[in-house]
C-alpha cells in the first residue's frame, strides 16, 4: 500500500472506465464518504456529463447531512452534478420491525438498488458506479457480514435484479489508498479525510429493532460523539444505540471474577449484565452473533471507577479469551439512576486496513464530557459505555 501511485492509477483508470461506458448515461449515489466521492470524480473525468450524482436521504445520515453534502460536491473544485432524493418513508417502512442485523442489511441493500434501479430506468442511465472498495469486498465474500454495496461478487446478476450494468472503479483499492487518490483529485479536506459511514447509515447503529425514538435519539448521540472526538483522530468513531434490556447468562460470575481480578477490585464493586441485543462478532475469521456484556465497577466512594485503557483492553482479551459468547465488552461511563429504555455506547478504534483494529485511547475527560451531553440531550438514554473490543473478537460495526 505504501507504493500506491495515485497518478498512474488514474492514467490506467480513467480511460477504462471510458472504455467501459462509451456513450451510455450512468447513475452514482453519493453518500459524502471518500470512496463514492472518488468515484464519481474518475468517472466524470472519462464521461462527463453522462454522469448523474443522487444522494439517497433514506433517514439514517446524520443530521442536515444530504443538503450539506449536496452544496460540498456540487460547489467548486468538483462541480458534480448533485440531486437529492427523498426516499425516508420508503426505507423506514421496509426496515420496520426487523431485528437481525443481517436481515436488515439485506432488505437496505435491496430497497437502495431498487430505488437506484427506478431512478437509472427514468434519468435512461444503463450504468450504475459505486465506490465499493477491497475490504468491502473481503468482509463479504469471507462471510464476516453483507457489504450492501457487493452484488456481482455474490453472484447476483444487477441487470435481472435491477435493471442496470453495475461499475466499480477502486474495487482493487483499500481505504488508505482512497484518501491518497482524494487527495490527489482535489477532493475537499472534509470529504478526503471523512469519517468511514457504513451504506446504510445508522441503520446498523441503531441495533436491533428500528423505532423513531430509538433512532432519533442515534442521531443525536452520533451529533454529539462527532463533536467530541474527532480531535483525538481516532480512525473511526461513533455511537451505536441499544435497547435496555438484560437476560440472564450462566457464565456472569466468572466474568464478574474476571473484571476484580485484572482491575484489582473488590468482586462486591462489579455489576456484569449480558444484554438481550447481540452483536456481530469474528470467530475463525467468521461472522459470528454473540452476546454484548456491559461492566460497571464502582470505587470504595461510590464513584464509577475509570480504569487506564490498556487494563480495560487487558479485561477484554480475557473475558473474550475465555468465553467466546461475548463478541462485545462494554465499560461503564455514566449513567443515570432511572431506568430508561435505550443505552448509548461509544467506539473508536485505530486501524490501517479496517481488517483487523484496536481501540483508541480516549482520555476520560473526553468520554465523560460526551456521557454528559448525550445523557443531557437524550431523555430516554439510561446509560453511556465506551466499547472496549478489538477486532477480533468484535467486527468494527456492531451489525
Same mark, same amino acid.
Given at each position: ?11 490506467? $483508470? ?16 453519493? $453518500? ?19 454522469? +448523474? ?20 460536491? $456540487? ?63 473481503? !468482509?463479504? /465474500? ?28 477502486? !474495487? ?9 487518490? #482524494? ?5 475537499? /479536506? ?15 447503529? =441503531?441495533?436491533?429493532?428500528? /423505532? ?8 443525536? #448521540? ?24 438484560? =437476560? ?16 484489582? =477490585? ?9 444484554? !438481550? ?26 464513584? +464509577? ?24 465488552? *462494554? ?23 479496517? *481488517?483487523?483494529?484496536? =481501540? ?6 473526553? +468520554? ?32
Amino acid at each position: 500500500m505504501q507504493d500506491f501511485n495515485p497518478a498512474k492509477f488514474i492514467d490506467t $483508470s480513467v480511460p477504462e472506465i471510458r472504455a467501459l461506458i462509451g456513450n451510455r448515461k450512468a447513475l452514482i449515489a453519493v $453518500s459524502g464518504g471518500v470512496d463514492s466521492t472518488v468515484c464519481a470524480v474518475l468517472v466524470k473525468k472519462a464521461i462527463g456529463e453522462n454522469l +448523474l450524482c443522487v444522494i439517497l436521504d433514506d433517514a439514517f445520515m446524520r443530521k442536515g447531512e444530504p443538503q450539506h453534502i449536496a452544496q460540498i460536491l $456540487s460547489a467548486s473544485p468538483l462541480g458534480l452534478p448533485m440531486k437529492v432524493l427523498d426516499v425516508q418513508a420508503r426505507f423506514l417502512q421496509a426496515l420496520s420491525n426487523l431485528r437481525d442485523a443481517e436481515e436488515k442489511r439485506k432488505m437496505f441493500r435491496d430497497t437502495f438498488y431498487k430505488v437506484l434501479g427506478e431512478t437509472a430506468k427514468k434519468e435512461r442511465c444503463e450504468m450504475l458506479v459505486q465506490g465499493t472498495i477491497k475490504a468491502d469486498v473481503l !468482509e463479504t /465474500t469471507g462471510g464476516v457480514k453483507t457489504q450492501h454495496n457487493v452484488l456481482k461478487q455474490m453472484g447476483i446478476n444487477t441487470i435481472e435484479e435491477y435493471g442496470f450494468k453495475v461499475v466499480e472503479p477502486i !474495487e482493487t483499492l483499500f481505504k488508505s489508498q482512497v484518501r491518497i487518490l #482524494a487527495r490527489h483529485l482535489g477532493v475537499p /479536506t472534509e470529504i478526503a479525510e471523512r469519517q468511514p459511514f457504513p451504506g446504510p447509515g445508522l441503520s446498523v447503529r =441503531v441495533v436491533g429493532e428500528i /423505532t423513531p425514538e430509538k433512532l432519533a435519539s442515534e442521531i443525536e #448521540a452520533t451529533s454529539v460523539v462527532e463533536k467530541h472526538f474527532t480531535k483525538h483522530d481516532p480512525s473511526q468513531f461513533f455511537a451505536a444505540t441499544i435497547d435496555n434490556n438484560a =437476560v440472564s447468562y450462566p457464565r456472569t460470575s466468572q466474568i464478574k471474577e474476571t473484571v476484580a481480578r485484572v482491575l484489582n =477490585v473488590p468482586a462486591r464493586h462489579v455489576l456484569v449484565k449480558i444484554l !438481550e441485543a447481540k452483536a456481530t462478532g469474528l470467530q475463525g475469521g467468521k461472522r459470528a452473533y454473540g452476546g454484548i456484556a456491559t461492566i460497571r465497577v464502582q470505587t470504595e466512594n461510590q464513584l +464509577l471507577h475509570q480504569p487506564p485503557l490498556a487494563q480495560l483492553s487487558s479485561l477484554q482479551a480475557e473475558i473474550t479469551g475465555k468465553d467466546q459468547f461475548p463478541t462485545r465488552i *462494554l465499560y461503564t461511563i455514566k449513567e443515570k439512576f432511572n431506568t430508561q429504555p435505550y443505552i448509548t455506547v461509544l467506539r473508536a478504534i485505530q486501524t490501517r486496513d479496517f *481488517l483487523t483494529a484496536k =481501540v483508541s485511547d480516549i482520555p476520560w475527560t473526553t +468520554l465523560n464530557e460526551t456521557a454528559d451531553e448525550i445523557l443531557q440531550t437524550c431523555t430516554n438514554i439510561a446509560a453511556v459505555y465506551y466499547d472496549i473490543t478489538s477486532k477480533p473478537p468484535a467486527t468494527v460495526e456492531f451489525e
